[in-house]
């Protein structure tokens, strides 16, 4: 009988131990189902987030807006979105930071109906945007303004919602047009819809798909935001290295199974855009202010370094962790 209770004693003090140093759980949003954004999923699947002692709560919140909005009341800890509405918030007096930017410009691609073959063909169209002021609103207006089109008077702008969701509603006629990214471009194009204009042909500096976080977050959770960048590092290197195993994240992200399609996600993402250090580019905030400065003064004269908090970054290089990765 002792040794049963013996026993059973250390079987609770072994469960009470788990749970307390069980992985910390922190809450992380992101605003889009697209290629640009599987790298959270590919650095979960690869068991990196649990390496560090990490359970992510990941959430779709479509659109950057209500993304800004949980991360201000502290709803959640940590968002991968793009990095306009971060720095409109800080702007407007939130401690919104970023801390990894993993697109440094916008990829999107413009992809029409077949009656629209240029984009002039646009002027009086439907055009379909995730939401008012998300990623995709803000790219597409800037190339309407450099097409010579107004995007006040010459687009009817309609909310749409994910990619998923804007695909269908070009595919459906409800929009004229879009912007998508890999995995959908391939997609678009089978089902014959016109790839129009890509927004990497225009060379924009920008904070495309970034991690952000708030300055409270990080004074209360340092070590747990120094793991999360860390993770992200190795889930980095595995996107890079693991071809694979990373299409097989991004298949399940987006739930498309088409090869094609998730070759070029992969190609796009992981080794065209990507780099192996994804610092926020001072040059990419430097953009996003200018186009802020049009309507808020508080944006002009705005030092970008204020917007970004790259030190968890270069603890990694400078300390030689990054480049021992890809020495392996």
Same mark, same amino acid.
């Given at each position: 009988?002792?040794?049963?209770?013996?026993?059973?004693?250390?079987?609770?003090?072994?469960?009470?131990?788990?749970?307390?140093?069980?992985?910390?759980?922190?809450?992380?949003?992101?605003?889009?189902?697209?290629?640009?954004?599987?790298?959270?999923?590919?650095?979960?699947?690869?068991?990196?987030?649990?390496?560090?002692?990490?359970?992510?709560?990941?959430?779709?919140?479509?659109?950057?807006?209500?993304?800004?909005?949980? %991360? *201000?009341? #502290?709803?959640?800890?940590?968002?991968? =979105?793009?990095?306009? +509405?971060?720095?409109?918030?800080?702007? @407007?007096?939130?401690?919104?930071?970023?801390?990894?930017?993993?697109?440094?410009?916008?990829?999107?691609?413009?992809?029409?109906?077949?009656?629209?073959?240029?984009?002039?063909?646009?002027?009086?169209?439907?055009?379909?945007?995730?939401?008012?002021?998300?990623?995709?609103?803000?790219?597409?207006?800037?190339?309407?303004?450099?097409?010579?089109?107004?995007?006040?008077?010459?687009?009817?702008?309609?909310?749409?919602?994910?990619?998923?969701?804007?695909?269908?509603?070009?595919?459906?006629? %409800? *929009?004229? #047009?879009?912007?998508?990214?890999?995995? =959908?471009?391939?997609? +678009?194009?089978?089902?014959?819809?016109? @790839?129009?204009?890509?927004?990497?042909?225009?060379?924009?500096?920008?904070?495309?798909?970034?991690?952000?976080?708030?300055r409270q977050t990080i004074q209360?959770?340092?070590?747990?935001?120094?793991?999360?960048?860390?993770?992200?590092?190795?889930?980095?290197?595995?996107?890079?290295?693991?071809?694979?195993?990373?299409?097989?994240?991004?298949?399940?992200?987006?739930?498309?199974?088409?090869?094609?399609?998730?070759?070029?996600?992969?190609?796009?993402?992981?080794?065209?855009?990507?780099?192996?250090?994804?610092?926020?580019?001072?040059?990419?905030?430097?953009?996003?202010?200018?186009?802020?400065?049009?309507?808020?003064?508080?944006?002009?004269?705005?030092?970008p370094k204020r917007f970004i908090?790259?030190?968890?970054?270069?603890?990694?290089?400078?300390?030689?962790?990054?480049?021992?990765?890809?020495?392996?």
């Open positions: 009988m002792q040794i049963i209770k013996v026993t059973l004693l250390l079987g609770v003090f072994l469960t009470v131990t788990i749970q307390s140093w069980g992985a910390d759980k922190i809450y992380v949003s992101h605003s889009a189902i697209s290629g640009s954004q599987a790298i959270l999923f590919v650095t979960r699947d690869a068991g990196f987030f649990k390496k560090y002692d990490i359970d992510p709560q990941i959430i779709l919140v479509a659109g950057a807006p209500p993304n800004i909005a949980a %991360l *201000v009341s #502290g709803e959640i800890d940590l968002t991968v =979105f793009a990095g306009p +509405a971060a720095i409109s918030s800080n702007l @407007e007096g939130a401690d919104t930071v970023v801390l990894m930017t993993y697109i440094n410009t916008m990829e999107h691609t413009f992809i029409t109906r077949p009656n629209v073959r240029k984009p002039a063909d646009l002027k009086g169209k439907k055009f379909g945007v995730a939401r008012p002021g998300a990623t995709d609103d803000y790219g597409a207006r800037v190339a309407f303004r450099k097409w010579g089109l107004d995007p006040e008077k010459d687009i009817t702008w309609l909310s749409v919602g994910t990619q998923p969701s804007r695909f269908a509603a070009v595919q459906t006629g %409800l *929009v004229d #047009g879009t912007l998508l990214q890999p995995p =959908f471009t391939v997609r +678009a194009r089978q089902e014959g819809l016109i @790839e129009l204009s890509s927004l990497g042909d225009l060379g924009i500096d920008y904070l495309g798909t970034s991690l952000a976080t708030t209360r959770k340092e070590n747990m935001v120094r793991r999360f960048v860390r993770a992200m590092i190795d889930g980095v290197h595995f996107y890079k290295t693991q071809k694979e195993a990373s299409m097989q994240s991004i298949a399940k992200f987006t739930k498309l199974k088409d090869r094609a399609a998730l070759e070029e996600a992969y190609n796009t993402y992981a080794l065209k855009y990507m780099a192996r250090v994804p610092y926020p580019a001072a040059k990419g905030v430097e953009t996003i202010l200018e186009d802020l400065a049009k309507t808020n003064v508080k944006a002009r004269g705005a030092d908090e790259p030190r968890f970054l270069k603890e990694l290089e400078d300390g030689g962790y990054i480049a021992e990765l890809y020495k392996k």
